[in-house]
């Protein structure tokens, strides 16, 4: 945290001084705009916050007390007055209520904690927006320069052109089929130049820079010799996105809520018991004197869905201990729940849905897994082949280059091989781009810090 706090300081002074922000890897990038999003960060202050304030709501395990105090003076026209003063101090200890009140203390805890990986999810998701973006920044920046390529040879071949037609070596109408196709060249970096301008705005905005701001991608994405295959390390890949993902967090959470929900539904009919004891001291002066003590026992059918009632028995004691009173009192708020079935199997449906729900999500992202697994094997062949295809191409670029100086080749047919390689060249990037971000995918996934996917499969370097 302290490296992210100190890393978003020297980008923020750096931005004060010149306007110009430098990212090198798509990881300073994602901490950056992590760290500078009041959004995502009160969101998981107000989700900790609220995390901690279940872990310590157990005020209903504890005893309640009461104070109270009056001072009351009477005056009679005619007669003695009256003084009366009262002191009453009384205390509630609940004593069983079969575990209803834990049920909902670990309820309440079970829904912040959701919360919390509700905006763990938001997080990964916007981490990985981010990087994506990245990348659609690093990809355009690159195409455009391999376009800026292609224009600056076809114009070193188009101005020969131009001279060949003027000394009556080119015809007129092969001149003008490769301007046509030239003029598609410049088309297409201008193209490529206003996308770049649009995936550098909406960057910008992702990361929570101003519109002004000059951002400057360093990263050399350039080819790897050392790639490595995922697939024999799927088993470990699954094993560990099973312990790492917060989906899977957040499903077993709410299944284990609807399980307290489940189990506390069985628990109406259970009374809750609760002893209350006070003391009372009363007298026309202070200090006050004459103590009488009282102790109620309650069983409370509250929570009952048929016949709500409340049973107390109280004790009255002086202050020698002798009994000086007792009340036993039965009340009651006769409002049947007629829905109490219905209400009943709705609670086990949903149970069994989020159970259900569990279980969908572990093959989801099981599935997931291997599609990615997949894809990112797939870009490792794509990226050999790719290389491979350019070294050929370039070769036969270079023979046809003798050729066109022997007059054997058109230029046209050479700008088509041009093209061809520049072609070739976009693939090869959109591959590479790939692979990184499918990379740094597999690392948010996994909860690593990026650039540990290979230490945490155990392949050594």
Request: charge should be neutral; charged fraction near 25%.
């Amino acid at each position: 945290m302290k490296k992210i706090k100190c890393f978003l300081f020297l980008f923020l002074f750096a931005s004060q001084l010149s306007a110009q922000v430098v990212f090198e890897n798509a990881e300073q990038a994602s901490s950056f705009a992590i760290a500078n999003s009041s959004n995502h960060r009160l969101q998981r202050l107000n989700a900790i916050s609220s995390l901690n304030a279940a872990n310590l709501s157990i005020q209903e395990f504890l005893p309640k007390f009461d104070v109270s105090w009056s001072e009351a003076d009477n005056i009679k026209f005619g007669g003695a007055d009256s003084r009366n003063k009262n002191l009453n101090m009384n205390m509630q200890l609940p004593l069983f209520d079969a575990g209803k009140k834990y049920l909902s203390y670990k309820m309440n805890q079970a829904e912040k904690r959701g919360n919390l990986y509700n905006v763990d999810i938001e997080t990964k998701n916007f981490k990985s927006s981010v990087i994506g973006q990245y990348y659609s920044c690093l990809l355009s920046e690159k195409m455009l320069s391999i376009k800026q390529d292609l224009e600056r040879n076809s114009r070193q071949q188009l101005k020969i052109m131009e001279r060949e037609k003027d000394l009556g070596f080119t015809l007129e109408n092969d001149y003008l089929e490769y301007l046509i196709s030239y003029r598609k060249i410049q088309d297409s970096v201008k193209v490529a130049g206003r996308n770049l301008r649009t995936q550098f705005r909406i960057f910008k905005v992702l990361v929570g820079l101003e519109p002004e701001a000059e951002v400057i991608l360093s990263e050399d994405i350039s080819e790897q010799d050392d790639y490595i295959y995922l697939e024999p390390y799927s088993e470990n890949l699954w094993r560990l996105l099973k312990l790492k993902s917060p989906e899977l967090r957040k499903q077993e959470t709410s299944f284990y809520y609807a399980k307290l929900q489940n189990r506390q539904n069985k628990l109406l009919f259970v009374p809750e018991i609760s002893l209350q004891g006070g003391i009372s001291f009363s007298g026309v002066d202070y200090p006050l004197n004459n103590p009488t003590y009282s102790a109620k026992l309650v069983f409370s059918f509250s929570n009952n869905p048929f016949l709500p009632a409340t049973i107390s028995s109280d004790l009255g004691f002086n202050n020698k201990g002798k009994l000086t009173g007792s009340t036993n009192t039965v009340s009651s708020n006769v409002v049947p729940q007629v829905n109490y079935k219905s209400t009943v199997d709705v609670h086990n449906i949903e149970l069994r849905q989020r159970k259900q729900a569990m279980k969908d999500s572990v093959n989801s992202l099981y599935e997931s897994l291997f599609e990615q697994i997949a894809s990112y094997d797939d870009c490792i062949d794509n990226i050999k082949r790719t290389e491979e295809t350019i070294k050929l191409q370039e070769k036969r670029l270079a023979i046809s280059e003798l050729q066109v100086e022997k007059g054997t080749m058109k230029r046209i047919d050479y700008l088509d091989q041009l093209v061809e390689l520049a072609e070739q060249k976009t693939y090869l990037l959109e591959s590479i781009i790939s692979f990184y971000e499918l990379t740094r995918t597999f690392e948010i996934e996994l909860d690593i810090p990026f650039g540990g996917l290979k230490n945490c499969l155990g392949i050594k370097e």
